[in-house]
């Protein structure tokens, strides 16, 4: 029940903690009634799609991984997709292993990261990780270790366990030994039993109730839980090839923001992350993960729960991984070409916050003549705001440090990556 | 007997730790490391002695160095000034010590060598300050491990 005040309130996070990157949350509130809410980005425009413009598309993967810190892999997938189509290359499943392997180091990594770092303290009444070390340091140990094997796997296949050199355009420059992978097994299996025992932990934390209506979007795949590629689909009916990303969304830019609000064309809001993945996806999950879903209902839309969610990807990731090692025979060559012409590319993958789109066009010398980067969080930032709209009124009740710190964890359940949000400018000049 | 090379080394002054572990390859035990808290505690496990180096940001005069030790069972978080912001971004060195502390890794002896930088622009090579406070930081190491302390 809704407790009506005629006071009016106002809300101001300057600075968001434990989100990547700079963001800020205001509110206005007169009774229950929400006069104002924004979302707001303000960490600097980027402009990496202005300055790819006249870069060779071999760079794109180096250059768009400089994005993100947590997330490089994500772009480089995204990116290299873009540029193989063009190209007309097609990797072998040796390849493609390699690929969805890394791919898997950094979920692992940053899933282990955004659960227990990032996420868990709210749940459990801490102000930080830190905080949350002196009564729970199994916990945090736990977790730093997770992080640390999701590091080591992206740095022995990667290169580095940042912005990973390895990956190329049609594969990667040096393949990792059998040896080399073998070697990770042990630490692996440790991983997969933790992050056992992390769907538990996770699962026993008790949610705020708010169901909401979501229309859920995510890439799928007819054999796997899709991650480095597939097609786009939703649960409000779309079932598209990445092709047509521009036909189904749009991008909008907001005053208060410099991340892009995106949204469905003629519809609303999306939502994009684990919560999009496992609603569609959840059959096609390693059947580990499957089995430790199994408590979970069937289609989760209370977004304070993405956490279990999370854990259960993070078994799915340790367990993939291990399969992956089991069976890796290094590519020889390690990567295929292809024919430099001129084109447009597109490429998606399902980076650890969500659907991840690029679009290239490249000249016949090779030459980008334009990019489009949509990463999740600015897909999700609208949504983002809606959830705050719809779990306000059910918080008026509380002081108003209870509702700020109730309301970071909702923005928290996005695990929102803003430095990705914000690579954008929408620069126009007129002249007369 | 570990030495410890924090910072980015694309990052101007940001790159003091890295500089000075170059020195010392081949003397003394060395490590480099972005500051991800993950690596630093693995680190801070694996010997009882351990010196790291890192770029501060106080106020004072560029190139200078700050030494702080932290002997075992004292408290970081008094001797050394916790960040109140917990981000991704914020989540460092000073929690990695913090977080030693409290899972019992920290080493029986840690020395946290501070150099003030001035310039942390992408690209930037180091200020001539800080320049010539890594040539002292790495002697005093030197001086330390000759010691037997490191």
Known sequence: MVHKTDQLRAFRVEELSRVEGEGALDVVL?????????????????????????????????????????C???????????????????????IRDLRHLLYLAEWIESHALHIYLLHAPDFLGYPSAVAMATDLPNEVRDALRLKRIGNE???????????????????FHRAPTTIDLANMTSELEWALDTSLRTVSLVSGFSFPDLDLDYEFVALSHPDEYAIIEGRIRSTGGIDASVEEFNEIFVEEHVEWSNALHARVRGRGSYHVGPMARF??????????????????????????????????????????????IARYEPPSPPAATGHVRSGEGHGASEAPRGLLYHRYRVDADGLITDAQIVP???????????????????????????????????????????????????????RS | MIVIGVGNRSRGDDAVG????????????????????????????????????????????????????????????????????SSTHGFGVFEALELARILGTIPDRLTVIGIEGVDFSPGAALSPAAERAVAVAADHILMLAAAGRV
């Open chain 2, 18 to 85: 890295i500089r000075v572990v170059e020195r010392l390859r081949g003397s003394v035990d060395c490590y480099e490391s972005n500051g991800d808290p993950s690596e630093l505690i693995v680190l801070f496990g694996s010997d009882p002695e351990v010196v790291v180096v890192d770029a501060m940001v106080s106020g004072s005069e560029p190139g200078t160095i700050a030494t702080t030790e932290i002997a075992f069972g004292s408290t970081p978080s008094n001797a050394v000034p916790l960040r109140t912001q």
């Open chain 1, 153 to 171: 796997l992206m740095a022995l296949i990667g290169g580095r366990e940042v912005h990973p050199i390895n990956p190329k355009v049609g594969g």
């Open chain 1, 72 to 94: 490089p892999v994500a772009y480089q997938t995204s990116s290299i997709n873009a540029m193989e189509q063009i190209l007309g290359i097609a990797v072998d499943t040796r």
């Open chain 1, 279 to 324: 609603n569609l996806n959840r059959e096609r999950l390693h059947p580990v993960a499957l089995e430790a879903a199994r408590h979970v209902e069937a289609t989760v839309v209370n977004p304070f729960r993405s956490i279990v969610v999370r854990a259960i990807e993070l078994v799915h990731a340790c367990a993939s991984s291990l399969d992956l």
């Open chain 1, 376 to 430: 999740p969080t600015s897909q999700n930032q609208l949504r983002i705001e809606e959830d705050l709209r719809q779990l306000i009124p059910t918080l008026v009740e509380l002081s108003d440090e209870d509702m700020q710190h109730r309301l970071e964890q909702a923005i928290r359940n996005y695990d929102p990556c803003i430095s990705c949000a914000t690579h954008f400018l929408d620069f126009r000049v007129s």
């Open chain 1, 30 to 70: 007169d009774g229950d009634e929400i006069v104002d809410l924004k979302f707001k980005i303000f960490e600097s425009p980027r402009f990496f799609e202005a300055f790819l413009r006249g870069r060779s598309h071999a760079e794109a993967p180096d250059i768009t991984a400089r994005i993100c810190g947590i």
